[in-house]
């Protein structure tokens, strides 16, 4: 028998094992094909998108797409850590429009960056509400983060009903200045992956988020406060939203009541393309990240292109049944 | 038709007509035999009852029949003719049916949809339900189970443990079923019900449908049972009839077994007083539970399941609180709230089943042991990687644990394996008290081996432990005394030399007079 093809493990042919061994450590806390997909799939969008458009690779075209990118990628770094614990964040649209209209009417009054830590502050605090309502009195984050999401956008519309325009002659610098060839909301986004990379590997409340979505009860009796981690997570997904609503309005000039809506999924699926599995057991900064690249691109070739928007919707979701589809065969 | 032929040929040729046969069926769970072949066989119209001790086979036994487990090898005949029994539907449709220890049951469906919802009653449009004949039906069946009390139209979650207890067994009974399986039916129903249920037992043999009974009360099987057959580690001992048997002799059957683990010798010499319970109580789990654990000393807590030695266990650990009573630990009352108090103060809890809520499978081996050690590992609120590193390594090394990669997945390891992660998650906590709750369960002997000189060197290193086992010998073995409970009580205490498996199953099943206390 030739035993070297016919066994096989997690999936893979085992001749290829020592090769995935090497390349991809089962240390990292991995060790799967899958669990690296979203590498090739953005090698592949990388070769679509060049061969596809000479402005692909143009200056002035990945600067566009990295300050594109920018606002999903923070909501997507919070959604992830929510659905690393095994739940889910529906608001993060609703928070990120109270962001915007926060940081964008403040500015007038107490200047940009306080103007800014009140979005923040605010955002946090919906994802308090959140937290709370999930961990201490266990509802289903499906719920009540949908009706945070009604409530959160009816605040919104409270505070103003018209577009808000901030008088602040510096209101624009943060979504339009570079630092090098690179815009600084980017680095902002760089900056907070790379915290969460380390939030997530390298503390202890980290790893019980990681460990709280794959066994929340061998967490607790492990000696963790579940309850205040998953607190953290909902409070981390509403200060990323309100940071991401403070950045999109500085980059559009205006803040609309109504942005933000239906967030929530280019987030759910930057993370999953990402690897993210919901319900928790998978996913982690890294790939989102490439998640959000990935879904940052698809947009903006089909903006190249010139396709018309709804075309748009029904590409990403198909490219989103296909990233479930090949998590789900594997699980 | 030559296979039926053959099957009849057989059967003759072996001088019986038994409606059941299971022959050679034999299952091995990670390692653990759980059954080697057995041959079992019953037949119609008869109360068949199956004892034996925690973890003798019995379940694993009536789930293959019903399709649940798949046998490693085996045949099963019914009637004559073999079957295969792949899975539960399978079952069903050769009229097994099985009422569970823990009633399935959609809990907020109402009794008539719980009882008849694989056969709705419907009007001349199909997917139409006919609710008055839906509910009609119910109530018969409920009458002929001698229940009438039960309102058809209330939701089951509305619905005392007993009389859902019954509602379980009607549900069996609506299809009309060959074979009926009861597993610990008595468990939850008050003297009054069990005389109804003995009642349509016997209405069931004599509409010839065979009956095998699962229980540990001995009682229950004299009073019912045509047969008895008894299960021991996996092996068939015997089957007898009730009327020339005793429960003496049929104890003697379920436990006298040869011990083949070999228990390491440890001077015992117990210290100071780590742990002492006044008095506990759990409202519907256990009552007034006193007893200590010293420095150097294994202490065994030996009952069936459902005894309530589990709860104990978790009030002591903080994942349960009790309703009152005291807990000290080194003289020291605490109350702890959460399991995270508990292990500030010393106690650590390896609790029963590592895949449900000791393990995080998708994880490394080094994330769960780190788990319960953050402290030890971190400096200001970041994990020291080197420090995180060679504390655990040393400990995967002291336990063995192959492989000994510490970035391995959990879920790739074996059972053995598992068990010593989630040992070496508690070792690192450096705890005074550690409780061990089904220790060995699932493990293969070797690694059964290496625990118990891991559970010995902790004692004589001066650690007390708390010992919760339904195996006997592990009990005996290990243990410097051990507490008996039965039904929520402390049925008993024996010193190490008093111990013997007989008097300990009989303190556990309430058979004889209460054994003497301390």
């Known amino acids: 028998m030739p035993t070297d093809i016919s066994t096989k493990e997690n999936g893979a042919p085992a001749h290829f094992a020592h090769l995935r061994e090497k390349w991809f450590p089962s240390g990292s806390g991995h060790g799967r094909w899958l669990d690296y997909a979203f590498i090739g799939a953005f090698v592949v969008a990388i070769g679509i998108g060049t061969l596809a458009t000479e402005v692909f690779f143009t200056e002035a075209n990945i600067k566009n797409l990295s300050r594109q990118i920018v606002s999903n990628g923070l909501i997507s770094l919070g959604m992830l850590i929510v659905i690393l614990t095994g739940g889910v964040d529906l608001s993060v649209g609703s928070i990120v429009a109270l962001g915007g209209v926060l940081s964008a009417g403040m500015s007038d009054k107490v200047g940009i960056i306080p ?19 999930v961990a201490r009195f266990k509802l289903q984050p499906f719920i009540v983060t949908l009706a945070t999401m009604g409530i959160v956008r009816g605040f919104v519309f409270v505070y103003t009903e018209t577009p808000l325009v901030s008088r602040h002659p510096d209101f624009r610098f943060l979504g339009a200045s570079s630092l090098g060839p690179l815009p600084v909301t980017m680095i902002i986004m760089l900056v907070c992956f790379a915290l969460i990379w380390i939030f997530l590997n390298r503390t202890p409340p980290g790893r019980a988020t990681v460990a709280i979505g794959g066994n929340k009860e061998a967490v607790w009796l492990a000696g963790i406060n579940v309850q205040r981690t998953i607190i953290l997570a909902y409070v981390l997904s509403g200060v990323f939203s309100g940071l991401a609503g403070a950045i999109l309005v500085s980059r559009l000039g205006i803040a609309q009541p109504s942005l933000g809506i239906a967030y929530e999924l280019d987030a759910i699926a930057a993370c999953v393309i990402g690897g993210a599995i919901l319900g928790g057991g998978g996913g982690g900064a890294i790939g989102t990240f490439f998640g959000v690249l990935i879904l940052g691109m698809i947009n903006n070739l089909l903006n190249l292109h010139g396709v018309q928007s709804y075309y748009q919707e029904i590409i990403k979701g198909a490219v989103i049944l296909f990233a479930v589809l090949a998590r789900g065969r594997e699980r | 038709m030559p296979f039926e032929l053959k099957g009849n040929m057989e059967l003759n040729r072996m001088g019986a007509t038994e409606y059941l046969m299971m022959r050679g069926i034999s299952k091995n769970y990670d390692g653990t035999q759980a ?27 009536v789930k293959i029949l019903t399709g649940a487990v798949q046998a490693d090898a085996g045949q099963i005949l019914l009637n004559g003719k073999p079957r295969e029994i792949n899975n539960p539907l399978i079952g069903q449709r050769l009229g097994i049916r099985m009422v569970h220890q823990h009633v399935s049951l959609v809990p907020h469906l109402t009794v008539t949809e719980n009882i008849v919802i694989g056969d709705m009653p419907t009007r001349k449009l199909k997917w139409w339900i006919s609710w008055p004949e839906a509910h009609r039906r119910t109530q018969e069946i409920l009458e002929e189970v001698g229940f009438r009390r039960i309102n058809v139209r209330s939701s089951v979650s509305r619905l005392s443990a007993s009389q859902q207890q019954i509602v379980g067994i009607a549900k069996a009974i609506a299809v009309k079923p060959q074979i009926l399986i009861m597993d610990e039916p008595s468990a939850v129903l008050s003297q009054e019900e069990l005389k109804h249920l003995f ?34 580690d996996g092996i068939l001992v015997g089957t007898v009839n009730p009327q020339e048997t005793d429960k003496r002799s049929l104890i003697k059957m379920m436990v006298g077994r040869t011990l083949d683990e070999v228990f390491p010798d440890r001077a015992f010499g117990a210290g100071a007083e780590v742990l002492s319970l006044k008095g506990l109580s759990l409202e519907g789990s256990f009552e007034n539970i006193s007893f200590s ?127 010593k992660v989630v040992l070496a998650k508690w070792l690192l906590a450096r705890s005074k008290l550690l409780i061990l709750d089904e220790p060995t369960r699932g493990v293969d002997v070797a690694t059964k081996q290496e625990i118990y000189n891991l559970i010995n060197g902790l004692a004589i290193g001066g650690m007390g432990i708390l010992l919760i086992s339904s195996e006997m010998p592990e009990i005996l073995g290990m243990s410097d005394r051990v507490l008996v409970m039965r039904e929520g009580q402390m049925a008993g205490e024996f010193l190490r030399q008093q111990a013997t498996e007989q008097n300990l199953l009989a303190c556990a099943a309430g058979i004889t007079e209460k054994s003497r206390g301390e």
Request: hydrophobic fraction near 45%; charged fraction near 25%.
């Open chain 1, 115 to 133: 103007a800014i830590v009140i979005a923040l502050f605010f955002g946090g605090v919906a994802g308090l509400v959140n937290g709370v309502f």
């Open chain 2, 35 to 61: 059954l080697r072949k057995v041959d079992f066989s019953a037949s119609s119209g008869e109360v068949h009852a199956i004892v034996g001790e925690n973890g003798a086979g019995k379940s694993t036994l």
């Open chain 2, 199 to 232: 009642a349509l037992i016997r209405k069931l043999k004599e509409k010839s449908v065979l009956i095998l009974y699962i229980s540990h009360r001995l009682d229950e099987v004299f009073e019912i049972a045509d047969r008895v057959t008894v299960l021991k």
């Open chain 2, 293 to 419: 654990v010293a420095q150097g000393e294994v202490v065994g807590l030996y009952g069936l399941i459902g005894s309530g030695r589990t709860e104990v266990a978790r009030c002591i650990f903080g994942a349960e609180q009790p309703t009152s009573g005291e807990i000290r630990l080194s003289g020291q009352t605490i109350r702890p709230g959460s399991p995270r108090d508990a292990l500030k103060a010393g106690i650590a809890m390896l609790t029963e089943d590592r895949i449900r809520d000791g393990l995080v499978l998708f994880l490394s081996i080094r994330d769960n042991v780190s788990l319960a050690n953050f402290e030890l590992m971190s400096r200001w609120g970041i994990l020291r990687r080197s420090r995180q590193n060679s504390l655990i390594q040393s400990k995967a090394q002291e336990l063995n644990i192959r492989p000994p990669n510490i970035d391995r997945l959990v879920r790739t390891l074996s059972g053995g394996n598992q068990q």
